[in-house]
């Protein structure tokens, strides 16, 4: 059978389901498990004859859309918050995963950016951080402690406002995405031009392994949580862009409550990024290397392993055919 065929055959069919899914008008979980099967039949197809096809994408989404509300549907041994974590995000995370990978893209190259303009601006630095906190930060390398603003305060008194302060960035990226994603990538680009005209700032002065050692303990974890709210961003700018098949106001509230999910999954990240913040990095000088370098590589794959490898996990051995 032709593609145009193909899709024809089933564009009525599918769009109908999509509106089910989307309204719920199901009259039990085995209706919906039943029209479940057919769609997964016409994925399994489109893939054998039309590899190159966009309805694979369109039928992938309209699948994984169908599975998570399969599994609203049944009876849950979890409860709701672990079945949120455990489950749900997993299943967006992979289904806007692209999302992702723009994300980390732009942050990563708005980052390199800020290391090159340093390198080729002196006066760049100050441009970006301020000429008090740079001075600050001469001031500390010259004592012997490069690190030492996060000693600054009390443990918990830091702990709280870091946590606070994050949390309330994570939430802008995520919402700013409301202006088709550009608010989001001005985030971004706050963030990674920051990041890395900040860390060319220690190479040039000979100590960026003590602001590694030390910074990142808390930095690994709060920088990709960071930039995992400006995907959750960029999936509400596409709600609001791309509406497909949808009325621009479903797909927008759709996207809305994808992207607030991942929001809220970050948050738990967020707070153990501020703990680390406030009662270990301040204690990174008196730290062995080996011990730094385990909590850095050991956050940093733990968040890695959450949002990059677990949702395949959970989306392929939930469903074989996506």
Known sequence: MREVAFIKQNKEKWLNFE????????????????LYIHLINDLS???????????????????????????????QETNRFLYFFQIEVPMV?????????YAFILFFSFAAIGAVSAAYD???VRLILGDNYVNMTMENIRNGDPVAVYKSGSNWGSFIGITLNNIYVGIRAFVYGVFGGLGTGWILLQNGIMLGAFQYMFHTEGVLWESVRGIWIHGAMEIFAIVVTGAAGFILGAGILFPGTYSRKTSFKMAFKDGMKILLSTFPFFVAAGFLEGFVTRYSNAMPDALSITIILSTLAFISFYYLVYPFMVTRKSNPHL
Do not use: C, G
């Open 45 to 75: 197809y489109a893939k054998t004859y039309y590899p190159k096809s966009k309805v694979i994408t369109y039928l992938n989404q309209l699948a994984a859309r169908a599975f998570q509300r399969i599994y609203k549907t049944k009876r």
């Open 122 to 124: 002196d006066t760049f």
């Open 19 to 34: 509106k089910a899914i989307f309204n719920q008008r199901f009259k039990n979980p085995d209706e919906l498990a039943t």
């Open 93 to 101: 995370v992979y289904q806007y995963r692209r999302y992702f990978a």
